[in-house]
C-alpha cells in the first residue's frame, strides 16, 4: 500500500487517510482487539460524518489495524461500569448507530476488509460494507446472546435479509462461528482471499471504484437497499426516477458519449 496524503487521526482511536479518491478508515486500539468503548464510538461517528461531507472522498475502506477487524463493544469496559452499565452503554450506542446510519446513506461505495475476528458490533459494521474482503483466517460471530445481551450496531436488521431469518437465527442464538470460506457461502462475504492479500486487493477494488461514476454508485446502491422495503411498483418508479436523473450528470453524459465514441468513459464522480 502506497503510503496516505493526509494522515489524520482521532485521539488515535480512529486513524483516516485520503489518498487518490479513497479514504481508509482504521479503527485503532490492537491491544483491545479493536473493540468498541464510548470514546471509539464518539469518533466513529465524528469521523464517518466528516467523510461523508467531503466531496473528494469517492471510496470507504474500513479496517481495523493489528490482528483483527473488530471484537465487536468492549465487555471488559462495560464490566467495569458495573450498574452504571446500562447509562454507559446507551451513550456509546446513540454514537455508534448515528455512525452508521451516515454509511447507510454513504457518500460513496464502502468496502470493509476483515482480518481476524469480526464479532458482534464489529460483524456487523463489516456487513454494513458494500463490498466485504475477507481474508482466509477471519471468522464471523454475532456473540451477544453468549453475554446475555441482544444485538445492536444493525447485525439483527442485515443479517436476516442476507441470509434469511432461519440462517440469521442459528446465528444470533447458538453463536456459530462462521469462517470466511462459510461466510462467503451464506453470501456475508464478498470474496475471500490470502491473508498476505487482503488489503492489496482492497486498494485494487477501491481505485477501480474510485475511478467510477461515484453519483451512479450511489443511486444504485440506495435501489438496492431499498428493495426490501418497496413494493414492486414503488420500486419501478423509484428506478424510472433514477435513471432519468443519471441522465442529467455529467458522468451520465459522459459513459453515453464514450459508448457512442467507442472509447473509455472518463467519469469524475458528479
Request: hydrophobic share 45%; with cysteine.
Amino acid at each position: 500500500m502506497t503510503a496516505a496524503a493526509d494522515p489524520q487521526s482521532h485521539d488515535e482511536l480512529l486513524l483516516v487517510r485520503r489518498e487518490a479518491g479513497v479514504a481508509w478508515l482504521t479503527l485503532n486500539r490492537p491491544d483491545a482487539a479493536n473493540t468498541i468503548d464510548a470514546p471509539m464510538a464518539r469518533a466513529f461517528r465524528e469521523a464517518i460524518t466528516v467523510l461523508n461531507a467531503d466531496t473528494g472522498v469517492r471510496v470507504l475502506v474500513i479496517s481495523g489495524a493489528g490482528k483483527m477487524f473488530c471484537a465487536g463493544g468492549d465487555l471488559q469496559r462495560f464490566a467495569r461500569e458495573s450498574s452504571g452499565a446500562a447509562t454507559y452503554v446507551e451513550g456509546l450506542i446513540h454514537d455508534l448507530h448515528a455512525g452508521l446510519a451516515v454509511l447507510e446513506n454513504f457518500r460513496a461505495p464502502i468496502i470493509s476488509a476483515v482480518h481476524g475476528a469480526a464479532a458482534g458490533a464489529g460483524m456487523g459494521l463489516a456487513l454494513t460494507a458494500d463490498i466485504v474482503l475477507a481474508d482466509e483466517a477471519s471468522r464471523f460471530v454475532m456473540a451477544y446472546t453468549r453475554a446475555g445481551l441482544t444485538p445492536d450496531g444493525g447485525t439483527s436488521w442485515v443479517l436476516p435479509h442476507l441470509v434469511g431469518l432461519r440462517r440469521a437465527l442459528e446465528l444470533t442464538l447458538m453463536n456459530r462461528t462462521l469462517s470466511a470460506a462459510e461466510a462467503l457461502n451464506l453470501g456475508l462475504v464478498t470474496e475471500v482471499v490470502p491473508e498476505d492479500k487482503l488489503m492489496e486487493r482492497a486498494q485494487e477494488i477501491a481505485g477501480d471504484l474510485a475511478r467510477g461514476p461515484t453519483a451512479a454508485y450511489v443511486t444504485a446502491r440506495r435501489l438496492l437497499r431499498q428493495a426490501h422495503h418497496n413494493s414492486y411498483s414503488e420500486h419501478l418508479a423509484a428506478e424510472a426516477d433514477a435513471i432519468v436523473n443519471s441522465f442529467r450528470t455529467p458522468d451520465g453524459l459522459e459513459g453515453v458519449r464514450a459508448f457512442r465514441e467507442r472509447r473509455p468513459p472518463t467519469f469524475n464522480g458528479v
